[in-house]
């Protein structure tokens, strides 16, 4: 049975890169000179686009923090696993929402810190539902991420102990 300060740091640091990937990746959506495939010529519009593989990017996201988080602990139950890996899951929306509040603020320091705290603190008030709604996202995926990473290992260590 693994620690709890050892679970706590295996979902800290499969947290850390879900959200390194999920604002890798929403960087790159909205980076200029993006090659979008479709232009609003073909008929859909490049919101529609950008939408849709945001929804991806949240999927991959979560399913890579779900397995992250299995691949990291150590051999446990079944449970604890898909626990672990919602946790994780919820870390990167958590931390997402740091992240976004710290770079407000950042950028925002360089003109007035006063104004800046005050735009802080309503953008952080004004966002929050979105970054909610993304941190179940990422959940939800997560635990898909992390149960079938779980499967997978049972079902590897299965055929490995037919084979011995």
């Known amino acids: ?31 200029n000179g993006w090659p979008f495939p479709l232009s609003e010529n073909d ?19 979560g399913v890579l923090t779900g397995a992250v988080s299995i691949i990291l602990a150590p ?3 079944f449970t604890p696993s898909v626990l672990r890996s919602w946790m994780a899951g919820a870390m990167v929306g958590v931390l997402s929402f740091l992240v976004t509040v710290a770079m407000t603020f950042i950028y925002l320091s360089g003109d007035n810190l006063s104004a800046a705290v005050e735009d802080m603190f309503t953008t952080a008030f004004s966002v929050a539902p979105l970054f909610v709604l993304i941190a179940i996202v990422v959940m939800l995926f997560s ?7 779980k499967l997978t290992l049972i079902a590897a260590g299965k055929i490995r102990a037919k084979k011995v």
């Open 75 to 77: 051999p446990c139950d």
């Open 1 to 31: 049975m693994a620690t709890v300060s050892s679970s706590r740091r295996d979902v800290l640091i499969s947290g850390i890169i879900g959200t390194i990937v999920l604002l890798a990746g929403f960087y790159l959506l909205t980076a």
């Open 143 to 149: 635990i898909i991420g992390g149960t079938a990473c």
């Open 43 to 61: 008929g859909v519009p490049q919101g529609f686009f950008l939408a849709f593989m945001g929804i991806v990017l949240l999927a991959a996201t």
